[in-house]
């Protein structure tokens, strides 16, 4: 999808048809993207009570998670505060158990206390293109991730429309469960392929 900057300009822009949050010159989120995040928080919540997510995007994961009964409670770490901005102008009254935290993933990850959430949901197009190869980085963070989880959590990244295990996770965990979903996008959406197809809901299970 995009390569952050440190201040990039964040725009939202709702038509009668699209929704579509921008950061910098990309497409981040888009609206049609809302019955695979639903899918998505709802395995995510079949885990447990407690729950961190990465990435607030247009919100539609964390209204689902923090709504679910079974949630207790669910904190959203976005690194920008405009969309946090953007997410609460648009919905001023959210479920009580989620939490929003203005705060670097890379850096609030290693506060977390050990075994502290049944889940963590992950949204990897808003890591920086460049990061992604940098496998002394992943070696660093995926420790503290799976830290974090209790025994039995899991860890499920945004959806792809690729059926390819990511090499950042893969390694951090003994038991993977792969869903798969179709879908269908916008015509101006340019951040996948095919504007249909089959999307690939990837839950990476830490067992112990």
């Known amino acids: 999808m995009i390569q952050q900057r440190e201040s990039p300009e964040i725009n939202l822009i709702e038509t009668n048809d699209e929704v579509t ?15 695979l995040m639903w899918e998505s928080a709802d ?22 998670i923090a709504a679910n009964p079974a949630t207790r409670h669910h ?6 505060p405009k969309v946090i901005e953007l997410f609460r102008e648009r919905n001023p009254s959210p ?27 992950f949204d990897p197009y808003l890591v920086p293109v460049s990061l992604w190869d940098e496998e002394e980085l992943w070696m660093e963070v995926m420790p503290a991730v799976t830290r974090t989880l209790r025994q039995g959590g899991v860890f499920i990244p945004c959806f792809s429309t690729r059926p390819v295990l990511r090499w950042q996770f893969v390694h951090h965990f003994d038991r993977i469960m792969v869903e798969r979903r179709s879908y269908a996008s916008y015509a101006t959406t340019d951040y996948v392929t095919r504007n249909s197809g089959e999307a690939y809901i990837q839950c990476f299970i830490r067992v112990r």
Request: with cysteine.
């Open 95 to 121: 479920p009580t158990p989620l939490e929003i935290v203005e705060a670097d993933f890379f850096e609030y990850i290693h506060k977390m206390k050990p075994e502290s959430v049944d889940g963590i949901f």
């Open 75 to 80: 904190t959203v770490i976005e690194k920008f």
């Open 43 to 64: 395995i995510l919540c079949g885990f447990g009570s407690e729950f961190l997510e990465v990435g607030l995007g247009l919100g539609i994961s964390a209204l689902r």
């Open 21 to 35: 949050l921008y950061i910098g010159d990309g497409q981040a989120m888009q609206g049609w993207e809302q019955a």
